[in-house]
């Protein structure tokens, strides 16, 4: 006799089975990876590489979408409130750190990194740079504190508000007693053409974004914000080594799914992710970049990410940051 359990038993095997399936098949569709910050970026860049080879390897088209803003926290909500099938992810950097902790220290966060996203993988180790323009008179980051203890008149750029080069540019003003005015910008190419033009002083970001007008002596970097040198510039000192232990900052962009993603899904994003690090193509271009590939695992990423959150968030209660 069929019964209503049996046909209540019936249906929860057909389920299990169908989402057991898609598991198996994925990806059955095209795959979108969120970039929230506008095209040209160092993140973006990032994300374009990897996307042409996951296209590749997982035989769907894997695209690009910028979605900037808020200091990169728009991007990152509409992956936090997409289904959590594996076809809507994110591609973020450091500042996904400063951002989010801003927003909780404002009561306005509409997420939270632990909660919300799923860490994947690292995609890239990028170092972080302090930078001033060519005409500026400083060769290092000790010369620029005291260039800017004798003037009030001196601006210093970032990605916006939020990001990680304002944190560090507060951290800074604070532990050198320098008068600074923030000028925040949507995303690290304007920053550099503002610095071109003499604009901007001072400012930073990750090293890609810079490192060809490095080359070129429009720019000149003044600290590494990383635990140690920049493979690319070696003669240029860390934060650290020049008495700033507290603007030591680990540049990585990586890839987050959203929260409750199965991990079988989960697993496989992982290894292609990982695969494509490891490419010759990929890795080449990324060490011309200026960065070491990724590939870590999940749990290696998820370690880092949180350090960074343990370590950013008491900064910026005490500095009392903004996201507008």
Not at 252 to 265: D, E
Request: overall charge neutral.
């Amino acid at each position: 006799m069929i019964t209503r359990r049996s046909l209540v038993a019936a249906a929860l095997t057909l389920t299990g089975v169908r989402a057991a399936t898609a598991q198996e098949i994925y990806p059955s569709r095209p795959i979108r990876i969120i970039v929230p910050f506008p095209a040209g970026g160092t993140t973006d860049l990032l994300a374009r590489l990897y996307a042409q080879r996951l296209t590749e390897t997982l035989g769907q088209s894997v695209v690009v979408e910028n979605r900037g803003g808020g200091g990169g926290s728009i991007g990152a909500d509409v992956v936090a409130k997409a289904a959590p099938d594996g076809y809507t992810l994110l591609f973020h950097n450091l500042t996904f750190c400063t951002t989010t902790a801003a927003l909780e220290f404002q009561g306005r966060a509409p997420h939270a990194i632990e909660r919300d996203f799923a860490p994947i993988s690292m995609g890239a180790n990028v170092p972080m740079m302090l930078l001033v323009n060519a005409q500026v008179p400083a060769q290092n980051l000790a010369e620029f504190v005291a260039l800017a203890r004798t003037r009030t008149d001196m601006f210093y750029g970032s990605t916006g508000p939020g990001s990680t080069i304002n944190l560090v540019g507060e951290i800074l003003k604070r532990d050198a007693r320098i008068s600074l005015e923030h000028v925040p910008f949507r995303g690290a190419a304007p920053l550099v053409q503002e610095m071109l033009a003499g604009r901007i002083q001072f400012g930073g970001d990750q090293l890609s974004s810079s490192l060809g007008h490095i080359r070129g002596g429009t720019l000149r970097p003044i600290a590494t914000l990383a635990a140690q040198r920049a493979s690319a510039l070696p003669d240029v000192p860390t934060a650290r080594e020049q008495g700033f232990p507290n603007i030591e900052l680990l540049g990585w962009n990586g890839f987050f799914a959203p929260a409750r993603t199965p991990a079988p899904i989960l697993a496989k994003l992982q290894q292609e992710i990982a695969a494509a690090a490891r490419h010759p193509a990929v890795a080449s271009r990324i060490a011309e970049l200026g960065a070491v590939p990724g590939g870590d695992t999940a749990e290696e990423f998820g370690a880092n990410v949180r350090a960074q959150l343990a370590q950013v968030r008491p900064l910026v209660t005490e500095l009392r940051m903004q996201v507008e």
